[in-house]
């Protein structure tokens, strides 16, 4: 997170002393501010009432013009799915792809200009399951693109069956008797595919996913922000015990360097739930009940940490982490492909006629 | 004799012994063990052959397996190459050499030899274990069924070994090097300079110079046998060819088409992106372009087909002439994405080096299977230009002509090479650069609305050409979103509008159909012909050859081969209906033959064989006289092709 000046909206995030250079580096910046409206195609929104990707647009409309740069080098990609809908509603350049290959054409295209902020719309089937495996490839390969991952624990735009991220049992158009697949766990697969950058957010809280949408513009590599929201037709009320009375003991937010505490507030003002060690795996405990120094104080540069708080509970809901769980820096693969690129022709201009010629020629004489 | 007989001389100079023969033609073969370096061996022979001038054509024959069991039928590998005086268009129907290695090589060769042909023979694996393992109860060598060929045994492994006895290698790294003996033999009988030979082992062991002068002493031990044994009594002697002058060098079709590639790179002044997942016999355009990086070329090797042309299409989006490589089976993995760089409109150049099919089929072997995969294999009306190489050398010049109908037309283009002409070899005449044809990207800078106000269409087309603009990401003023769904025409919103959707439809149509590609040509000497002879492809070869062979018997055959196979030449149809019999010979089962019916409402006939080997000269040449006499292909006049006009 170098750089601030890029980015005037990072400023306020914890620099975890990371070296490199940002996200947005090569990016250049706007002359004018811009506002959200900039960011607002003339597209009619077709989304269903109540639909979750609503307040997600609405986020990363107000949140596009605060990372400065110019519109005209924001590119949206996206694949197959109601969200992926969502560059059309955006004044940037788009492309509305087919169905899970979006980090593909968003890998070409971020390999081929560093002066573009690239960033992937996709959701929990299009990343999951028919795009899975370029999913894991390109966090694996750490390009500088950014994926949001909508996860709405449905297929929407086919009208209602299971998705890889659904619960075991539930009953849907394809699974009248419930389903039998296990689920996966997106952040955890994420952190296994070697991701650099993993993050979570609930699509209403509007200041948690602009600060992970913040991070991840400024983390330089692959950045994957799940995001939780609702299908109010196929999947209604599913994330309602993290909207509703009593949310406060099921949402873990995670700040870098910070004891993991959440709850209501207890004697000392801090949440009155802890996370503790609890042999390899983690644990929530009364806060009141531990010794402090045991407490877990969140590393978002710990891989390990970052999966054991990806594990905190099954997917049921009992507790869902939120922010940051991962922010470190590696060699991304754009960078390296374009300095081998730039490598080469350091050497000079190349002579295309003597290519062609190669080393063994031999002339016939008119 | 023993191998202390043998005098390890300087092979580039003339030894003494009797005149060499002169010979117009000769077709070798060396026929061993996958790993008995036979490919290295032909292409060696292949690189003396073109530095000495002689026209040539090669045809590589391997099995898909890295190491097959040894000594095995399957394991067989082959490198057959046909050289002459005079221009040849086919690597040759039948060797007139063999060089086999082992016996599995002897028994899967031994029938293309014609009778009175010379065969040499490596003895030392023809052991008791070895005959069995492939069903030979006999020593052929020995049993007398080998005695209507010039036989010549050579224990090539124990004179390799001799020769290496100095130099401390073990046995078997010693024997290893018996491919570098056969060479330096045959490289004695046809007179073929050595230098070249020399000097790439020195480069290629580089790191091992003990290897590198063990493999020069086996070859000059190869070399110095023919000198000194008195087994062979005759050399061969084939003049250099009298091709068109200018500057000429050995390439492979796979080397011909990354270059071509690089070179489109040049004359768009775009730079190239490769998205490609390895696959044979493709990958060799991903090996050569990944070394080209000073050109402005990245490769980037995908997760799997789809990621490939993803990553290409991505790029071509970003204003790169994106590039993906790949054979049958990849296409089919790519069909989608090729759909949606049909409808997004952007230029991609889509390379298919053609194998056995369906499914994995045959990957080393060759087929045109895939034209009617490139054709229609997509959902919906998405079509696209095609075009086809001829030859290895004419792959460089299809790379650059398609990029340029791909970055004049804003589309998706097919080019089918194939694996005979990615691993065949042919002297090629290096192309000025300077002189090839820029390609002007003419990216959108400005909206275009047709209102005059300050809005970009995406999809308002080019008059003449029907082309849209291509604006890229980062140019101000023209930010917009393109993808899979239906376009309004011109404004490029989605539109479910039923007239809309009917009019797009016919528009694409209408821009591949109207790009404008040369007439075809007919070769007709005698002006008269009544055969027509149409061919795509690396069919151009055995039908010119064979075409030969009729007109040197007497008879008039027409020719005519195909490049774009779509758009078709607009004259298609009229010379086509000016022929009395139209016959297309194909390796499928009467693809293209298909589309010329459907298309233009002609009685063509097929010819077809899929074998996984390219035509023989001698095949067509039967099947044309079969038409010529308006009879049957089973009936009809024949004769034999008189010297000197096999091609």
Not at chain 2, 531 to 542: C, D, E, H, I
């Given at each position: 997170?170098?750089?601030?000046?890029?980015?005037?909206?990072?400023?306020?995030?914890?620099?975890?002393?990371?070296?490199?250079?940002?996200?947005?580096?090569?990016?250049?910046?706007?002359?004018?501010?811009?506002?959200?409206?900039?960011?607002t195609?003339?597209?009619?929104?077709?989304?269903?009432?109540?639909?979750?990707?609503?307040?997600v647009?609405?986020?990363?409309?107000?949140?596009l013009?605060?990372?400065?740069?110019?519109?005209?080098?924001?590119?949206?990609?996206s694949?197959?799915?109601?969200?992926?809908?969502?560059?059309?509603?955006?004044?940037?350049?788009?492309?509305?792809?087919?169905?899970?290959?979006?980090?593909?054409?968003?890998?070409?295209?971020?390999?081929?200009?560093p002066?573009?902020?690239?960033?992937?719309?996709?959701?929990?089937?299009?990343?999951?399951?028919?795009?899975?495996?370029?999913?894991?490839?390109?966090?694996?390969?750490?390009v500088?693109?950014?994926?949001?991952?909508?996860?709405?624990?449905?297929?929407?735009?086919?009208?209602?069956?299971?998705?890889?991220?659904?619960?075991?049992?539930?009953?849907t158009?394809?699974?009248?008797?419930g389903?039998?697949?296990?689920?996966?766990?997106?952040?955890?697969?994420?952190?296994?595919?070697?991701?650099?950058?993993?993050?979570?957010?609930?699509?209403?809280?509007?200041?948690?996913?602009?600060?992970?949408l913040?991070a991840?513009?400024?983390?330089?590599?692959?950045?994957?922000?799940?995001?939780?929201?609702?299908?109010?037709?196929?999947?209604?009320?599913?994330?309602?015990?993290?909207?509703?009375d009593?949310?406060?003991?099921?949402?873990?937010?995670?700040?870098?360097?910070e004891?993991?505490?959440?709850?209501?507030?207890?004697?000392?003002?801090?949440?009155?739930?802890?996370?503790?060690a609890?042999?390899?795996?983690?644990?929530?405990?009364?806060?009141?009940?531990?010794?402090?120094?045991?407490?877990?104080?969140?590393?978002?540069g710990?891989?390990?940490?970052?999966?054991?708080?990806?594990?905190?509970?099954?997917?049921?809901?009992?507790?869902?982490?939120?922010?940051?769980?991962?922010?470190?820096?590696?060699?991304?693969?754009?960078?390296?492909?374009?300095?081998?690129?730039?490598?080469?022709?350091?050497?000079?201009?190349?002579?295309?006629?003597?290519?062609?010629?190669?080393?063994?020629?031999?002339?016939?004489?008119g | 004799?023993?191998?202390?007989?043998?005098?390890?001389?300087n092979?580039?100079?003339?030894?003494v012994?009797?005149?060499?023969?002169?010979?117009?033609?000769?077709?070798?073969?060396?026929?061993?063990?996958?790993?008995?370096?036979?490919?290295?061996?032909?292409?060696?022979?292949?690189?003396?052959?073109a530095?000495?001038?002689?026209?040539?054509?090669?045809?590589?024959?391997?099995?898909?397996?890295?190491?097959?069991?040894?000594?095995?039928?399957?394991?067989?590998?082959?490198?057959?190459?046909?050289?002459?005086?005079?221009?040849?268009?086919?690597?040759?129907?039948?060797?007139?050499?063999?060089?086999?290695?082992?016996?599995?090589?002897?028994?899967?060769?031994?029938?293309?030899?014609?009778?009175?042909?010379?065969?040499?023979?490596?003895?030392?694996?023809?052991?008791?274990?070895?005959?069995?393992?492939?069903?030979?109860?006999?020593?052929?060598?020995?049993?007398?069924?080998?005695?209507?060929?010039?036989?010549?045994?050579?224990?090539?492994a124990?004179?390799?070994?001799?020769?290496?006895?100095?130099?401390?290698?073990?046995?078997?790294?010693?024997?290893?090097?018996?491919?570098?003996?056969?060479?330096?033999?045959?490289?004695?009988?046809?007179h073929?300079?050595?230098?070249?030979?020399?000097?790439?082992?020195?480069?290629?062991?580089?790191?091992?110079?003990?290897?590198?002068?063990?493999?020069?002493?086996?070859f000059?031990?190869?070399?110095?046998?023919?000198?000194?044994?008195?087994?062979?009594?005759?050399?061969?002697?084939?003049?250099?060819?009298?091709?068109?002058?200018?500057?000429?060098?050995?390439?492979t079709?796979?080397?011909?088409?990354?270059?071509?590639?690089?070179?489109?790179g040049?004359?768009?002044?775009?730079?190239?992106?490769?998205?490609?997942?390895?696959?044979?016999?493709?990958?060799?355009?991903?090996?050569?372009?990944?070394?080209?990086?000073?050109?402005?070329?990245?490769?980037?090797?995908?997760?799997?087909?789809?990621?490939?042309?993803?990553?290409?299409?991505?790029?071509?989006?970003?204003?790169?002439?994106?590039?993906?490589?790949?054979?049958?089976?990849?296409?089919?993995?790519?069909?989608?994405?090729i759909?949606?760089?049909?409808?997004?409109?952007?230029?991609?150049?889509?390379?298919?080096?053609q194998?056995?099919?369906?499914?994995?089929?045959?990957?080393?072997?060759?087929e045109?299977?895939?034209?009617?995969?490139a054709?229609?294999?997509?959902?919906?009306?998405?079509?696209?230009?095609?075009?086809?190489?001829?030859?290895?050398?004419?792959?460089?010049d299809?790379?650059?002509?398609?990029?340029?109908?791909?970055?004049?037309?804003?589309?998706?283009?097919?080019?089918?090479?194939?694996?005979?002409?990615?691993?065949?070899?042919?002297?090629?005449?290096?192309p000025?650069?300077?002189?090839?044809?820029?390609?002007?990207?003419?990216?959108?800078?400005?909206?275009?609305?047709?209102?005059?106000s300050?809005?970009?269409?995406?999809?308002?087309?080019?008059?003449?050409?029907?082309?849209?603009?291509?604006?890229?990401?980062?140019?101000?003023?023209?930010?917009?979103?393109?993808?899979?769904?239906?376009?309004?025409?011109?404004?490029?919103?989605?539109?479910?509008?039923?007239?809309?959707?009917?009019?797009?439809?016919?528009?694409?149509?209408?821009?591949?159909?109207?790009?404008?590609?040369?007439?075809?040509?007919v070769?007709?000497?005698s002006?008269?012909a009544?055969?027509?002879v149409?061919?795509?492809?690396?069919?151009?070869?055995?039908?010119v050859?064979?075409?030969?062979?009729?007109?040197?018997?007497?008879?008039?055959?027409?020719?005519?081969?195909?490049?774009?196979?779509?758009?078709?030449?607009?004259?298609?149809?009229?010379?086509l209906?000016?022929?009395?019999?139209?016959?297309?010979?194909?390796?499928?089962?009467?693809?293209?033959?298909?589309?010329l019916?459907?298309?233009?409402?002609?009685?063509?006939q097929?010819?077809?064989?899929?074998?996984?080997?390219?035509?023989?000269?001698?095949?067509?040449?039967?099947?044309?006289?079969?038409?010529?006499?308006?009879?049957?292909?089973?009936?009809?006049?024949?004769?034999?092709a008189?010297?000197?006009?096999?091609?």
């Amino acid at each position: 997170m170098t750089d601030q000046q890029t980015s005037p909206a990072l400023g306020a995030l914890v620099d975890l002393g990371l070296p490199g250079i940002g996200g947005l580096d090569g990016v250049p910046l706007a002359e004018t501010p811009q506002s959200a409206k900039d960011f607002t195609s003339d597209q009619e929104v077709r989304w269903c009432p109540g639909c979750g990707d609503y307040a997600v647009l609405a986020a990363v409309r107000s949140f596009l013009p605060t990372l400065g740069i110019k519109r005209e080098n924001t590119v949206f990609v996206s694949g197959i799915g109601c969200s992926s809908r969502f560059p059309y509603y955006l004044n940037t350049y788009g492309m509305h792809s087919i169905h899970g290959r979006a980090p593909t054409i968003a890998t070409g295209l971020a390999i081929t200009r560093p002066d573009l902020s690239v960033w992937v719309v996709t959701g929990d089937g299009d990343a999951l399951s028919i795009g899975g495996n370029h999913l894991i490839h390109a966090l694996r390969r750490n390009v500088n693109l950014k994926i949001l991952l909508f996860n709405n624990r449905i297929y929407g735009l086919t009208k209602g069956q299971y998705s890889p991220t659904s619960e075991q049992g539930k009953v849907t158009k394809s699974t009248p008797m419930g389903s039998i697949d296990h689920p996966f766990n997106p952040v955890s697969m994420a952190l296994g595919a070697e991701a650099t950058f993993v993050g979570r957010a609930i699509d209403s809280d509007r200041k948690n996913l602009t600060a992970v949408l913040g991070a991840a513009a400024a983390h330089r590599g692959t950045a994957l922000v799940e995001i939780l929201q609702d299908c109010p037709i196929f999947n209604d009320g599913s994330f309602d015990v993290l909207r509703k009375d009593g949310k406060e003991n099921r949402i873990v937010p995670l700040t870098h360097g910070e004891p993991i505490r959440f709850g209501p507030a207890g004697e000392d003002g801090l949440g009155s739930h802890a996370v503790v060690a609890d042999g390899l795996a983690l644990k929530v405990v009364d806060a009141a009940s531990v010794d402090p120094e045991r407490i877990v104080v969140h590393d978002a540069g710990s891989h390990e940490l970052a999966f054991a708080l990806s594990r905190l509970s099954d997917q049921d809901l009992t507790h869902t982490v939120t922010g940051i769980f991962r922010d470190t820096s590696r060699a991304t693969y754009d960078d390296a492909a374009r300095a081998q690129v730039d490598q080469a022709k350091a050497g000079g201009a190349p002579d295309l006629q003597s290519l062609l010629n190669g080393r063994d020629t031999w002339t016939v004489a008119g | 004799m023993t191998t202390g007989d043998i005098d390890v001389g300087n092979p580039s100079h003339p030894g003494v012994g009797p005149a060499p023969l002169a010979r117009d033609r000769v077709v070798i073969r060396f026929a061993g063990d996958s790993g008995d370096g036979m490919q290295l061996t032909g292409d060696r022979f292949t690189s003396e052959t073109a530095t000495f001038g002689n026209d040539l054509s090669t045809l590589p024959n391997f099995p898909a397996e890295i190491r097959a069991p040894a000594g095995t039928l399957p394991g067989v590998s082959s490198f057959q190459l046909h050289f002459a005086n005079y221009d040849i268009v086919t690597p040759g129907d039948r060797p007139d050499v063999l060089v086999a290695m082992n016996p599995a090589a002897l028994k899967a060769n031994i029938g293309d030899l014609p009778p009175g042909g010379i065969l040499i023979v490596n003895t030392d694996e023809f052991s008791k274990r070895n005959l069995t393992k492939i069903g030979y109860e006999a020593d052929p060598l020995e049993d007398g069924s080998l005695e209507t060929y010039q036989v010549h045994p050579v224990a090539m492994a124990t004179l390799t070994r001799g020769a290496l006895e100095e130099t401390g290698l073990s046995k078997k790294d010693a024997e290893r090097a018996k491919n570098m003996f056969a060479l330096g033999l045959l490289s004695w009988m046809y007179h073929r300079p050595s230098e070249g030979t020399e000097r790439f082992l020195r480069e290629k062991f580089a790191k091992r110079p003990d290897l590198a002068e063990a493999n020069i002493l086996a070859f000059r031990a190869g070399h110095a046998y023919g000198e000194t044994t008195e087994s062979f009594a005759v050399t061969y002697e084939v003049a250099p060819a009298k091709l068109q002058p200018g500057t000429y060098r050995q390439i492979t079709g796979n080397t011909a088409l990354a270059y071509g590639i690089v070179a489109a790179g040049q004359t768009t002044g775009l730079p190239v992106f490769l998205g490609s997942y390895p696959i044979t016999p493709a990958s060799d355009i991903l090996h050569e372009l990944s070394k080209h990086k000073a050109f402005g070329v990245t490769t980037f090797q995908a997760e799997d087909e789809i990621s490939g042309i993803g990553a290409a299409l991505g790029a071509s989006f970003g204003g790169s002439l994106g590039v993906t490589t790949t054979s049958g089976p990849g296409i089919a993995l790519k069909s989608e994405t090729i759909g949606l760089a049909v409808t997004l409109e952007l230029p991609l150049l889509i390379v298919d080096v053609q194998r056995g099919g369906p499914s994995t089929g045959l990957p080393t072997k060759t087929e045109q299977a895939d034209l009617l995969q490139a054709m229609f294999g997509r959902n919906g009306e998405a079509p696209l230009p095609i075009i086809a190489p001829r030859s290895p050398g004419d792959c460089f010049d299809a790379a650059v002509e398609a990029a340029r109908i791909a970055v004049t037309y804003r589309t998706p283009v097919i080019l089918l090479s194939d694996g005979a002409l990615a691993n065949g070899s042919e002297p090629w005449k290096v192309p000025d650069a300077s002189a090839l044809e820029s390609v002007d990207p003419n990216f959108a800078t400005e909206p275009n609305a047709p209102d005059g106000s300050d809005e970009f269409w995406p999809y308002l087309r080019d008059a003449d050409t029907l082309a849209r603009p291509w604006a890229v990401p980062g140019t101000a003023g023209l930010e917009h979103r393109i993808g899979g769904l239906e376009k309004a025409d011109g404004r490029g919103s989605i539109s479910y509008e039923p007239d809309n959707h009917d009019r797009m439809v016919r528009l694409r149509a209408e821009k591949i159909g109207g790009i404008r590609v040369p007439d075809a040509e007919v070769d007709d000497p005698s002006g008269d012909a009544d055969v027509l002879v149409v061919g795509w492809g690396s069919t151009y070869g055995p039908i010119v050859a064979a075409a030969r062979r009729v007109r040197g018997m007497g008879h008039r055959v027409a020719t005519l081969h195909l490049r774009n196979l779509n758009p078709f030449p607009a004259n298609l149809g009229e010379l086509l209906r000016s022929y009395r019999t139209v016959l297309v010979p194909e390796m499928n089962l009467g693809q293209l033959v298909m589309l010329l019916r459907a298309r233009y409402l002609v009685d063509a006939q097929s010819y077809t064989k899929v074998s996984g080997l390219p035509f023989k000269a001698e095949e067509l040449q039967d099947v044309f006289l079969g038409y010529l006499d308006g009879s049957h292909p089973s009936s009809g006049e024949r004769g034999s092709a008189p010297q000197g006009v096999d091609a």
